[in-house]
């Protein structure tokens, strides 16, 4: 007999406006993944690192979160450069021209993270990954760190967010965790340790995939612990 699934041609069917009612009814059944990456002069000598680490996560990701889950990635230098917001399992690799430290100076982290906080607000558990090396040097007026703790506070308290930082000196980390990362999830590491970060990041991935619903909101302030 004929499945009745086999006869709707799901592939076909799904379209954005399904997908988005479909997360709706069913909050806890995909993910979203903000990848916010530095890519500020200083990276350059961990830029292919970055890169493959990058491509592993999103290669294993793409494998184990929900088929109905989405990915963005805003990579940072003076300015966010946004890649768009896409269905996880369609995203390819980051490439050289994605990631290249060498176009411009600056730190905007403020603004790269303003940006992945109000461009989706797609149902589902959001889950915020920031890697950086320094502070914010381009201040400007919009997104000021008591504005981006205020929202982020307020999304991991109301819509359940999560917060994770791979913080490459202990100032970037002090900033990460003013931001409202919280404290069990921001890594302080050194640079040639951030393949490490995302595997480690990858482990506690699987972790919090393989558990209930239930017990998810008390693991995601613990999520890298």
């Not at 059944?29 to 002069?41: A, K």
Request: with cysteine; net charge neutral; glycine share 6%.
């Amino acid at each position: 007999m004929p499945s009745s699934l086999g006869a709707q041609k799901p592939l076909t069917t799904w379209n954005h406006g399904k997908a988005h009612q479909y997360r709706a009814a069913h909050p806890g059944s995909s993910e979203c993944y903000h990848f916010l990456l530095d890519m500020s002069p200083s990276m350059l000598e961990q830029a292919t690192a970055v890169r493959q680490a990058y491509n592993r996560c999103l290669h294993w990701l793409q494998r184990h979160s929900s088929p109905m889950s989405l990915g963005q990635v805003i990579c940072f230098d003076d300015r966010p450069r946004l890649l768009p917001l896409q269905p996880l399992g369609i995203m390819r690799p980051l490439t050289e021209q994605d990631y290249d430290p060498r176009q411009a100076d600056g730190t905007a982290i403020f603004e790269a993270m303003g940006l992945a906080l109000t461009t989706c607000d797609t149902p589902g558990t959001h889950i915020l990954v920031l890697m950086t090396d320094g502070e914010d040097c381009c201040r400007r007026d919009l997104w000021t760190l008591t504005r981006c703790h205020e929202v982020f506070a307020t999304l991991q308290q109301e819509r359940g967010w999560v917060g994770v930082g791979f913080f490459v000196d202990a100032a970037a980390q002090s900033l990460g965790m003013a931001l409202g990362f919280p404290p069990d999830n921001c890594m302080l590491l050194a640079s040639d340790a951030i393949p490490a970060a995302f595997e480690r990041f990858r482990q506690a991935m699987q972790r919090y995939l393989a558990a209930p619903l239930a017990d998810r909101k008390r693991l995601a302030a613990h999520l890298m612990a």
